[in-house]
């Protein structure tokens, strides 16, 4: 069983910066592909951005693409996400989630997780 907290959501305002962290319970860490998600009001639950074990390859949707940065800390089992430029369609709750890795892709998708933590608010006001 792997348990997820995340931290750092809060209020920012457009065009401003947040930094999410995650901290993973568990003595597999390395095991697992990382991945962001965010959930905003009336909306499913979307990819933001993930990263292999090894932290060499992240992969990012295209609407956080060149203002959002995902990375690891396997030495503290912690995932972060750096947002910047910060937009009001940004708002969301945020959501910390691992993968069991095979070695295969990176998954994109809800289904494909295994682990959630409870989610993070973060509200950009324009």
């Known amino acids: 069983q792997v348990q997820l907290v995340e931290s750092g959501g809060g209020l920012v305002q457009a065009g401003g910066s947040l930094r999410l962290s995650c901290a993973a319970s568990?003595?597999?860490?390395?095991?697992?592909?990382m991945g962001w998600f965010r959930q905003a009001p009336g909306k499913e639950r979307e990819f933001v951005a993930a990263?292999?074990?090894?932290?060499?390859?992240?992969y990012y949707a295209d609407s956080v693409k060149g203002r959002f940065t995902i990375s690891r800390d396997n030495a503290k089992k912690m995932v972060y996400l750096q947002m910047n430029s910060l937009k009001a369609e940004d708002t969301a709750v945020y959501y910390c989630?691992?993968?069991?890795?095979?070695?295969?892709?990176?998954?994109?998708?809800?289904?494909?997780?295994?682990?959630w933590g409870q989610g993070t608010q973060v509200t950009v006001s324009s």
């Open positions: 990263i292999r074990p090894s932290g060499d390859s992240t």
């Open positions: 568990t003595s597999t860490f390395t095991n697992f592909v």
């Open positions: 989630a691992a993968e069991i890795y095979y070695g295969l892709g990176v998954a994109r998708r809800v289904y494909e997780y295994d682990y």
